[in-house]
């Protein structure tokens, strides 16, 4: 069974960094690409960062490229997703999504507020 579980969120200041992680089971990140999405209240979720399944290229939406990046450990079957410089703007719920799969995790809320 396809688990993903989204952690590492919560209320940051303006400049201010985080790290999210997701836990994969019931498959490898590397037999797939992986992605991180967000959703803001009121809007559409929204594709931010999508890794290949060798790790050899990362793609970023316009928004939070230079400031995030997305990244794997095949170890720990697990994604990140380093957010530096934050902006209010980037306040919104993160999941994470397998390309292969479907299914999406709970995922996890960033706030960015002073």
């Known amino acids: 069974q396809v688990q993903l579980v989204e952690s590492g969120g919560g209320l940051v200041q303006p400049g201010g960094s985080l790290r999210l992680s997701c836990a994969a089971s019931?498959?490898?990140?590397?037999?797939?690409?992986m992605s991180w999405y967000r959703q803001a209240p009121g809007k559409e979720r929204e594709l931010v960062a999508t890794?290949?399944?060798?790790?050899?290229?990362?793609n970023y939406a316009d928004s939070v490229k230079g400031r995030f990046t997305i990244s794997r450990d095949y170890v720990k079957n697990t994604i990140y997703l380093q957010m530096n410089n934050l902006k209010p703007e980037d306040t919104a719920v993160y999941y994470c999504?397998?390309?292969?799969?479907?299914?999406w995790g709970q995922g996890t809320q960033v706030t960015v507020s002073s």
């Open positions: 999504k397998a390309s292969r799969f479907s299914s």
């Open positions: 890794i290949t399944p060798a790790g050899r290229t990362t």
């Open positions: 019931g498959f490898t990140v590397s037999s797939s690409a």
